[in-house]
């Protein structure tokens, strides 16, 4: 059943599980070699560790399977091309937004967009790699399926469905520790913001008392403030030191997290360059600062 072909696909299962894993190194090397040349630096570009974009082969194959029968109709098969990769664009784009509470990318700078998901300058540059696909380099893939002899393409597949699992997984729970620092960094900004406000309005309310009191109620309270006694005094120290005590922990614990210090941090560092345009529905504040960071850390690393 593996290899019997599938009714009106053409394919069997194990001839579109290669068409997928192929597109889907293609997808990646092509969305590499753009983010070079428009940025000028390599990125590992993707969800994914691994080096590829699964969108790209579900994509082809979805374009593969069911526009084929309408290659001889090229006006019909370039606008039924493009609606499909948009309406797939939209759903991904959508669906990671709603599962992970971030938006992967952005069209919003681009006229004719709807909500950033998808635009019509996207959607025909759909429409014509589609049509270089499916018309110029579909045809040799599938001639060079036909040559991988069954064995070792039961092998590959078996062995690339295990890396991708075990990636997809890293992956997920890199995402999830990213949620949970960007989250923190915006509770740790919370809380030394308002102990700045708080400090602040203390200090104003205090001038403005002195201020309207007078002279002679400030002769008074300098008076009062002479007779404090060294308890008092140690007690005012005391509550000085530990609040400079909590924002420096504070402060440490941010900076660590911007840091990046930890191992583990590659992933989340990944995902952040592979996603130039990555936003967070909660977070946007603290997403930019590890933006930054990132950047920082790795032109000191360039350099």
């Known amino acids: 059943m593996f290899f019997e072909r599938i009714g009106f696909t053409g394919f069997s299962l194990y001839e579109m599980c290669l068409l997928f894993l192929i597109w889907s190194f293609i997808g990646w090397a092509m969305e590499v070699c753009v983010h070079a040349l428009k940025?000028?630096?390599?990125s590992n570009r993707g969800f994914l560790s691994m080096p590829i974009c699964p969108i790209y082969g579900v994509g082809v194959l979805i374009i593969t399977v069911i526009l084929k029968?309408?290659?001889?109709i090229p006006v019909l098969f370039f606008l039924l091309s493009s609606l499909i990769c948009t309406?797939?664009?939209l759903l991904v784009g959508v669906g990671m937004q709603l599962i992970f509470h971030n938006k992967w990318w952005d069209y919003s700078d681009e006229h004719f967009n709807f909500k950033g998901y998808i635009c019509l300058k996207v959607s025909i540059e759909w429409g014509f790699g589609c049509m270089i696909v499916e018309y110029f380099i579909e045809p040799s893939i599938e001639k060079l399926i036909e040559l991988i002899p069954h064995a070792v393409g039961v092998i590959l597949l078996s062995v690339m469905a295990v890396l991708i699992v075990i990636d997809l997984i890293n992956s997920v729970s890199a995402v999830y520790r990213l949620n949970i620092r960007l989250k923190e960094i915006s509770e740790i900004?919370?809380?030394?913001?308002d102990y700045s406000q708080n400090l602040g309005k203390r200090l104003a309310d205090t001038a403005l008392e002195a201020a309207d009191s007078g002279a002679e109620r400030a002769a008074e309270l300098y008076m009062a403030s002479e007779e404090v006694s060294e308890d008092a005094e140690r007690i005012m120290a005391e509550a000085r030191e530990k609040k400079d005590e909590f924002i420096e922990k504070l402060r440490s614990r941010y900076d660590a997290l911007i840091a990046f210090s930890d191992y583990q941090d590659r992933r989340v560092i990944r995902l952040i360059n592979a996603f130039p345009s990555l936003r967070s529905d909660?977070?946007?504040e603290a997403l930019e600062k590890l933006r930054i960071s990132v950047r920082e850390r790795l032109h000191k690393k360039r350099g």
């Open 39 to 42: 940025m000028g630096e390599y």
């Open 69 to 72: 029968p309408l290659m001889d």
């Open 87 to 89: 309406s797939f664009e």
């Open 189 to 193: 900004s919370g809380k030394m913001y």
């Open 282 to 284: 909660n977070n946007g």
